[in-house]
């Protein structure tokens, strides 16, 4: 079953080698039971963690089975450890957060051999623990552990069981208890070999190894071998065996019943350290807030700006006259150059890409109603107005063409004005009187808010020929609107406006400058720009925070594989793969992230709805935000807890098992 040659095997510690083993050679048969003896420092434990695939030798040769093993890599020796080896260990190594009974089926996680489930309950009634099988290991006595801790050996139906000082933690009745059982074992036919100090629980073996300076000095038998039934597990050759031999092929990441398990051990292992999978989940819960909260608030700055712009109009052009300086001495606007009612016409008529053409005057005026008055700005405008500036009445209606070549004192007011003059009132049919001047409310503008000083809803506009000739007194006009059919044309279009008005009001190339042209397009651009360009930065900063909680799930994951590490080895040595243990662990880094995902996703909805509604700022929730936060947690847990894993999956078993 066993063959060793020459096997060597060196420790470096410090400046220091030391040759734990210097050219054993050494053969068991099936059937076996064998004692390796020997003082502190001998290598029996060396030559154990050798034979049982927990370590590799330096040099010489090792055929298992008739394979050889010396060469093996870690997953293959973790594949063969879970199909061929059961291990007893002294200080028991079993899970403190999980029962007898699962404790039992640990192997099972590892190794897929057809093996169920309620074996684990069998084995334990077959040592005498039907009493205890949902009891934690606290709550067992060290024999019983013991027990549970053979039992678990037995799992995957070893042809062999290595129990490395079972007795030492023992009293004498329990020592000898588990002796009787290990002896047992070897008469149903399993080779047992066991390490021990002890001469009396050498006794109990068949074969007696003693060993000094890491070399065998003595190999008695006192009892013939018990030959087993021929169930051979591999085949025979000079090659590992296949992985179909003793493990699947697909890769562990398509299995979905592996990867159920791990997540089940990930979700045991954050159930048991409830206050520190908390602690560092508040790191992602805060920065996924704060992103979800940052984000709303710059959408719902943008929206609040787009709704602003669109009351600008699109696609718009606005024509004013200038100021000018002649001479040192600065002119006011319109000195030069003041715009008619046939530039206006003009303009409609002669450029093919403008639809709508507005022009306004403008002025203060005192409204009166009944005992209540109000100092607002008058405009004065076409019908055209309500289209560009998205200004159709919320109730009543707009004024008509009709209506503007009568010069008709009709009205219609903006919110504030409507506010101070009628409350709650509705004012449509009533009169009031601009100026002295009697005219009847038609319609109420729809509320635009105000814009830096200004409100925007602090107006009154009434017809334009009624503002020119019988309030304003103005045979000018004092503004243009121009709408343009597609933003394309805009640079065209304007252009097209200025040399059209250099021409009619047959402007010197000095006076070229005395009225301007304002593109509203540009004004947009510039401000969605720094909308955006706000609620990136925003985002930015609400992303550091979330890093920040990365770096602390990387903290406590490598706390959490410090603490664990001797759970580590005991499920290397049982047969998890590099994979497995990576596995485990990155699941739980990545359901800390996920869940604090999910929880910063509600925390940062709920303080966007309280800014929105307590403070009166405008956010907007957005389903991008909520899907780009959800994924930068889940992220954040992959890469954040990626080393952690990678530094579990890569620690030695042997080391793993002996760290205190």
């Keep these: 079953m066993i063959r060793l040659s020459n096997i060597r095997k060196s420790y470096q510690m410090g400046t220091v080698t030391v040759d734990a083993l210097q050219g054993v050679s050494l053969a068991i048969d099936p059937g076996e039971f064998v004692a390796i003896m020997g003082p502190s420092g001998s290598g029996k434990s060396t030559l154990m963690h050798i034979l049982g695939l927990l370590d590799t030798p330096d040099a010489g040769s090792y ?148 060993m000094r300076d890491g070399l065998i000095q003595s190999d008695e038998r006192t009892r013939p071998v018990v030959t087993p039934p021929p169930t051979p597990l591999m085949t025979t050759g000079d090659q590992p065996p ?35 999978a908390g602690l560092s989940m508040l790191g992602i819960v805060i920065g996924v807030a704060a992103v979800i909260a940052m984000l709303a608030l710059g959408t719902g700055a943008r929206q609040a700006i787009q709704a602003q712009l669109a009351s600008l109009g699109s696609n718009l052009l606005v024509v004013r006259p200038g100021a000018r300086q002649t001479g040192g001495v600065a002119l006011e606007a319109g000195a030069v150059t003041r715009f008619t009612l046939e530039d206006a016409n003009e303009i409609r008529h002669t450029i093919a890409s403008v639809t709508r053409v507005a022009p306004s005057v403008s002025g203060r005026g005192q409204v009166v109603s009944a005992n209540k008055n109000w100092n607002t700005q008058i405009l004065g405008t076409a019908v ?139 004004i947009q651009a510039a401000l969605s720009e720094t909308s955006r360009t706000m609620s990136w930065l925003l985002a930015s900063i609400a992303a550091v925070s979330l890093l920040v909680g990365g770096i602390g799930i990387m903290n406590i994951m490598l706390v959490s594989v410090t603490e664990r590490t001797g759970e580590i080895g005991l499920r290397k040595a049982v047969g998890a793969r590099q994979w497995d243990i990576l596995a485990q662990f990155l699941i739980e880094a990545v359901v800390i992230s996920v869940a604090g995902g999910l929880i910063g996703i509600l925390l940062g909805s709920g303080i966007t709805l309280a800014m929105s509604r307590l403070a009166g700022w405008t956010a907007a ?37 002996r760290y205190e």
């Design 63 to 210: 055929q298992l089975l008739g394979q050889e093993v010396a060469r093996l890599s870690e997953n293959e020796l973790a594949s063969l450890r879970g199909r061929v080896v059961g291990f007893v260990f002294q200080q028991f190594n079993l899970l403190p957060r999980t029962t007898a009974l699962e404790n039992a089926a640990l192997p099972l996680l590892y190794t897929n051999n057809g093996t169920h489930g309620s074996r684990a309950k069998e084995l334990l009634i077959d040592v005498g623990l039907e009493q205890r099988l949902l009891h934690k290991p606290n709550e067992l006595s060290g024999g019983q552990q013991q027990k549970v801790a053979i039992a678990r050996a037995l799992m995957n139906d070893p042809r062999i069981i290595f129990a490395d000082e079972p007795t030492g933690n023992l009293d004498s009745t329990s020592a000898k208890e588990i002796m009787g059982l290990l002896r047992q074992l070897n008469e149903q036919g399993i080779t047992v070999v066991l390490v021990t100090h002890e001469s009396d629980m050498a006794r109990y073996a068949g074969r007696v190894i003693r």
């Design 242 to 276: 296949a992985p179909s031999a003793h493990r699947r092929v697909a890769p562990a990441w398509l299995n979905v019943r592996e990867m159920v398990q791990h997540g089940r051990e990930a979700l045991r292992a954050l159930l048991a350290n409830k206050v520190r």
């Design 621 to 657: 929730i957005s389903m991008t935000a909520v899907l780009v936060s959800f994924l930068s947690s889940a992220t954040v847990g992959i890469l954040f807890g990626l080393w952690p894993a990678r530094q579990a999956s890569l620690l030695n078993p042997i080391a793993a098992l």
């Design 384 to 522: 055209e107005y309500a289209s560009i500036h998205a200004a159709t009445p919320v109730i009543g209606r707009f004024f008509t063409e009709e209506e503007v070549k009568k010069r008709s004192r009709v009205v219609v007011v903006g919110m504030t004005p409507g506010r101070m003059l009628f409350g709650e009132t509705n004012p449509i049919g009533e009169f009031i009187k601009i100026n002295r001047v009697s005219f009847q409310v038609i319609g109420i503008l729809p509320e635009k808010g105000a814009t830096g000083w200004r409100d925007q809803d602090d107006l009154i506009v009434i017809p334009l020929t009624t503002a020119m000739r019988r309030l304003l007194g103005k045979d000018y006009v004092d503004s243009i609107d121009v709408e343009v059919a597609t933003a394309a044309d805009l640079a065209f279009t304007q252009a097209a406006i200025k040399e059209l008005l250099i021409h009619r009001h047959r402007l010197l190339p000095f006076q070229h400058d005395s009225f301007d042209i304002r593109n509203m397009a540009d």
